[in-house]
């Protein structure tokens, strides 16, 4: 590898790993064809023995580094903690899941497919702990997205442990934003890159994503469509009186109020953007508040019908929580 190629920081947030799956995802980021890397781990509080293990297993290398927690922060926190061990040396950073396997050619291929892109992804091999194929693309039933912001504000379609993107990104990433709801670090990585440029994909699997019981994050989840149907029940009707009720607070804490957040964050982080991405920025900063985009959020969920299902219809469960709105104009500035 000549010594002009990019430095790839590679940050990668642990806990209790699984001492085979962890064994596996080490000697596979060994095995990269891109050798310029440098793999800095956060782990957050795991078991002396687990511990030890990813320690024996680095010990040699001295391109791992490993920077242990003190509290329990959790998978979003500790990513973000990785993060912050990138140096400024680095031109490019990966992020990495303790248990997946990645093909050798999977940092080369980001690296050459990058371009002018803020962010670059791949697609992903899916397969259970015992590496047998569940599926050979993430995209079953659902499409993908990477150049509809608001799309992508609604719900992710950007996998952390597929992506590459530019160091540059950590000035307006790091901080994260406040984990309200249900934060995903990769989705406000993505949203970042996209909301200030462009994001790349690559149509085929650079690395084998592992569903297992321990997983913070499965495939099947992010399959899953919102089906308002199960809230429903017309023989019952206060029983789905109370049941509508109970999730529309649960929708409005878990995602009305995080995804406007993220909005607010966006635009208060970047200043001036183009019109159609500051468009989409305000309307989703507003499922929050006393005014939101009902109209806006009804005409999107009829958008699954034409083939475009990449939200998963997050917009019916958002419509949900409109009977929860109104704090998040409390949260805006005077």
């Given amino acids: 590898m000549p010594a002009e190629a990019p430095l790839v920081a590679i940050a ?19 095995e990269q064809t891109h050798e310029r890397w ?3 781990v956060s782990d957050d509080g795991s078991a002396p023995e687990r511990l030890e293990h990813l320690r024996s297993l680095t010990a040699d290398d001295e391109r ?11 998978f979003y926190a500790n990513f973000e903690r990785a993060l912050r ?13 303790q248990d997946d396997r990645w093909y050798p050619e999977k940092l080369s291929v980001l690296v050459g497919s990058l371009g002018d892109a803020q962010l670059v992804y791949s697609d992903m091999r899916i397969v259970d702990e015992r590496e047998q194929v569940v599926s050979e693309t993430f995209w079953q039933r659902r499409r993908n997205n990477y150049t509809d912001l608001a799309s992508l ?18 000035d307006l990433v790091l901080p994260f934003p406040e984990p309200v709801g249900d934060p995903f670090h990769d989705q406000w990585i993505a949203a970042i890159a996209l909301a200030t ?12 994503y592992v569903q297992h019981g321990g997983a913070a994050r499965g495939h099947a989840a992010a399959m899953r469509e919102f089906d308002p149907g199960r809230l429903l029940s017309w023989r019952r009707p206060r029983a789905t009186m109370s049941r509508l009720s109970a999730y529309a607070k649960r929708a409005y804490e878990t995602n009305a109020h995080r995804i406007a957040l993220s909005a607010r964050e966006i635009e208060a982080r970047t200043g001036s953007l183009d019109a159609e991405k500051a468009r989409a920025l305000r309307r989703v900063a507003r499922l929050d508040t006393r005014k939101p985009p009902i109209g806006w959020l009804a005409l999107r969920s009829l958008r699954r019908f034409t083939g475009h299902n990449e939200t998963m219809g997050i917009e019916l469960s958002l419509l949900a ?3 929860r709105r109104g704090s998040g104009d409390l949260h805006r500035p005077p």
Wanted: hydrophobic fraction near 50%.
């Fill in 321 to 323: 929580a409109a009977p």
């Fill in 64 to 74: 791992f580094t490993i920077s242990v927690g003190g509290e329990r922060l959790g």
């Fill in 153 to 170: 504000l609604l719900a992710n379609t950007v996998t952390g442990a597929a992506s590459l993107f530019r160091r540059e990104l950590l």
């Fill in 85 to 97: 061990m990138v140096p400024a040396e680095a031109d490019l950073v990966a992020l990495a899941d």
């Fill in 38 to 40: 440098i793999c800095l």
């Fill in 197 to 208: 440029g462009r994001i790349a994909y690559v149509d085929r699997p650079l690395y084998d």
């Fill in 12 to 30: 990668m947030a642990t806990f209790d790993p699984d001492p085979l799956l962890l064994e596996r995802q080490i000697g596979s980021i060994r």
